[in-house]
């Protein structure tokens, strides 16, 4: 994802104007850092462990057992063996009037320590299972006997009712791989790419770092692991985002056009809005009551600059939105002394910000501009700011979530679905440069005719924790929430609710030409991103599965396959892969390049027989299936490396062969959008309710960014993003030969067997490229109603 491009500027994160900037802290410093700031977070959850129950365990059962132990007394027995009895000695003697309640305070101490120790054994038991990783190299498809028996314990010890945090003390530690195993790994990576010179010297390079550098690298590293939650995601969110000086704006940001393709619940923008803000605070609640499972940053989040490093500000709680419409801001109250304001009510507040009349004062319409500023930039700007309109400063960066009401409309049209999801996809990645505040968690987006999107900034979670919160967002709002027959949310106005507060930027003419240069620089950077979406609907991950082939692994063969017709050469490939088994884990990189997928590649271009070619398919197929596998289990190699590089940086011991894995680009860079993971309603019975997704910008100049989503079992839409600059790349042209190769391994896998599965060819319905718009709704005139799930 956009994580590729961060991961490429580590270099350039700790230099400053071209000089290295020198990590000054003792390593053994950082290590002692490291340990106390997962210490910290464990102690701060404590309390709230105490108060939602001992996973699996909770405080009921302590109550259970203190009744049995008094019931097995009170019948004369003594469970304790006599520890009881040793207890009341050490209790103060009160006088004989006291007896009783010695026997009490004595049976609650053993009831506790046996409660306790229940709990630990269930936890390390807990975390031994978690700690198994075999399933995941077992066949696609399949679940062997020990596997079966295995998940039945991981249920039982799981408890009926885990929350948020229930697995935080049970996950194992992300485990250091060896540094030989990593530098074998890289070296058979690169080797598809590199020339025989390139490689010969990138082998000497790495030879020589075994020798020297490793083992003390990695001495600290195992170190770290020891007394760290996660030996490397510290490091990875500050080197890679919060160091990084770049602008946000497409660098570190992605976007969510998860919104339904073919339907819009109501056209009314503030009812759609009122709605959404409403779910998505629903959301909020379930996570501050910890009975979802995603991450603890969603929220009352932003991203603070900083001249040399950006630091994450994140509140207990916030009870109202920052909204942005037509160069004004406003303050708005999501929350009254009853709790959570109603939908109509927030729609109703929406109108109003929609009705107000009141022009931008100096300086406010493009001031959102500067969070899309290079970070130092912004950071000596935002202290001029903060001196002379800290209320409204307060109020942005405070807020739950950003809101953008959008003053154009979105989303797919029937007069040129193509252009007009293209269209779409560009407005929510980058839109004008000033009307989205980048620094927020995340921005939600209302356009002008109800559709929706997100803008997500990527440093404090990675996709998956913000799609699950989106597609319960839009589950919550369409089908449970609901419109009535008008469009407007249900439920009456208010006429004593107050009105949103306009926030006044009192701000100095000195920051003019700052924003000025911000806002030049991110009209630039928006004009030169391509973007280029389009659903392929010819066959999805039902004909997938018939081929008896992981669907991911499909599609990355694919997407190899494609960017060699439209380059005419490999390139090292990125792709994210979750490492969320272990504590605190966020991602590691699979490398889809590989000789089997080269092989293959070769052999569809020179016209090899189907079954050769299938042949090598397969292999390459279970070659990813490895890496990824490996990724997941903690044994990847790029998280490892860098890591390394960064103790080395600490240690001041210069490595050429860990900065020339760190000065690596990625010309194509890929990610799966995750779909359906809290399964709120079926996209079978729902047909037209399917979801285009989401993407990111490419993480080279000359390179491509990628990502795919599987909607329902006929359906996968991609998005392709690349520089306008660049004379090699051009987004359309490269979905054209993602669109052919799809359909030639598709070929392979028809000739050679007899499947039941089918797919459509070319000249038949196909998304909306062949026509298949007839038979969908599109921006329907009446919204649709309510329907309980």
């Known amino acids: 994802m956009a994580e590729a491009l961060q991961a490429s500027s580590v270099l350039s994160s700790l230099s400053s104007d071209g000089a290295e900037v020198e990590l000054t802290s003792p390593v053994w410093q950082e290590i002692y850092l490291s340990g106390l700031r997962s210490w910290k977070r464990h102690l701060w959850r404590v309390w709230n462990d105490f108060l939602t129950g001992m996973v699996p365990a909770s405080p009921l059962s302590w109550l259970f057992l203190f009744s049995a132990i008094q019931l097995a007394c009170f019948l004369q027995l003594d469970p304790s063996l006599g520890l009881m009895e040793k207890i009341k000695e050490l209790l103060p003697d009160w006088g004989g009037q006291h007896y009783q309640l010695r026997g009490l305070l004595a ?48 249920r039982i010890f799981s408890g009926r009712h885990p929350r948020l945090f229930s697995f935080q003390r049970a996950l194992p530690r992300q485990p250091v791989p060896t540094a030989q195993e990593s530098v074998r790994k890289y ?96 959301y909020r609640h379930l996570l501050n009551q910890q009975e979802i499972p995603p991450f603890e940053k969603i929220f009352n989040t932003t991203r603070v600059p900083g001249v040399e490093k950006d630091y994450l500000r994140h509140l207990q709680d916030s009870r109202h939105v920052a909204v942005f419409h037509r160069g004004r801001f406003f303050r708005l109250q999501t929350h009254s002394s009853n709790g959570l304001l109603s939908p109509r009510a927030l729609e109703q507040q929406f109108q109003e910000i929609l009705d107000d009349p009141s022009p931008a004062c100096p300086l406010e319409e493009h001031l959102a501009a500067l969070t899309a500023a290079p970070r130092s930039m912004w950071a000596q700007v935002r202290e001029s700011v903060k001196t002379h309109a800290a209320t409204a400063l307060e109020a942005v960066e405070g807020a739950a979530f950003f809101v953008s009401l959008d003053s154009e409309p979105a989303g797919l049209t029937r007069e040129d679905p193509a252009a007009s999801l293209d269209a779409y996809a560009h407005a929510l990645l980058a839109g004008r440069g000033h009307d989205r505040w980048f620094d927020k968690s995340f921005t939600l987006i209302v356009f002008s005719n109800g559709k929706l999107g997100l803008s997500v900034e990527h440093s404090w979670a990675d ?63 928006s004009g030169n991103i391509d973007c280029h979406v389009f659903p392929f609907s010819h066959f999805g991950k039902s004909f997938i599965k018939c081929c008896h082939v992981s669907s991911d692994s499909f599609i990355q063969l694919v997407l190899q396959l494609a960017h060699f017709r439209d380059r005419g050469q490999f390139c090292l490939t990125y792709e ?136 329902g079992e006929n359906m996968i839409t991609f998005h392709i993003s690349s520089k306008k600059s660049s004379t090699k790349t051009d987004s ?35 998304g909306y490229r062949r026509g298949s718009l007839s038979s969908k709704t599109v921006d329907p005139k009446v919204p649709t109603t309510s329907t309980n799930f």
């Open 107 to 154: 049976a609650a101490l053993f009831a506790s320590c046996l409660w306790g120790a229940l709990i630990f054994t269930l936890h390390v038991a807990l975390r031994l299972l978690l700690s198994h990783h075999g399933w995941l190299l077992e066949p696609h498809g399949s679940m062997s006997s020990p596997t079966k028996t295995w998940l039945a314990l991981v």
């Open 187 to 282: 070296l058979e990576s690169v080797r598809p790419v590199l020339g025989d010179d390139a490689f010969d010297h990138a082998a000497a390079l790495a030879s020589d770092f075994l020798k020297l550098q490793a083992p003390r690298l990695q001495l600290y590293l195992r170190l770290k692991s020891w007394c760290a939650s996660n030996y490397v995601s510290d490091w990875w969110e500050e080197f890679v985002y919060l160091r990084s000086r770049g602008s946000l704006m497409v660098n570190s940001t992605y976007y969510m056009m998860q919104d339904f393709l073919y339907v819009t619940p109501t056209p009314l923008q503030s009812a759609r809005a009122g709605n959404a803000v409403h779910a998505l605070l629903l």
């Open 463 to 525: 996709c998956p924790v913000s799609g699950h919160m989106w597609e319960f967002t839009l589950a919550t709002e369409c089908f449970q929430l609901g419109y009535a027959a008008d469009g407007h949310c249900k439920g009456q106005p208010d006429p004593a609710l107050p009105r949103p507060q306009r926030l006044q930027w009192d701000l100095p003419e000195q920051i003019h030409p700052s924003i000025s240069l911000a806002l030049r620089g991110a009209e630039t950077l």
């Open 576 to 711: 994210s892969a979750m490492t969320r088994l272990f504590l605190e884990g966020r991602t590691e990189t699979v490398r889809c390049c590989t000789r089997e997928a080269c092989q293959f590649v070769r052999a569809m271009e020179d016209k090899k027989t189907d079954q050769q070619c299938l042949a090598l398919f397969r292999v390459a197929v279970d070659k990813h299936q490895a890496l990824l596998k490996a990724a997941m289990s903690g044994q990847g190699i790029d998280r490892h490396l860098f890591a390394l590089y960064v103790t080395s940086r600490f240690l001041h011991m210069p490595s050429p062969f860990l900065t020339q894995v760190q000065s690596q680009q990625w010309p194509l860079s890929t990610s799966q959008i995750p779909v359906q993971q809290m399964h709120l309603f079926d996209v079978h019975n729902y047909p037209d309710y399917v979801s285009a997704g989401g993407g990111f910008g490419p993480a080279n100049d000359h390179g491509y960014g990628i990502s795919y989503i599987f909607m």
């Open 732 to 766: 359309r042209r490269l979905g054209q030969h993602i669109e052919d190769a799809l359909l030639d391994i598709a070929s392979l896998f028809q000739a050679g067997q007899h499947l039941k599965c089918q797919f459509r060819r070319l000249g038949e319905k196909s």
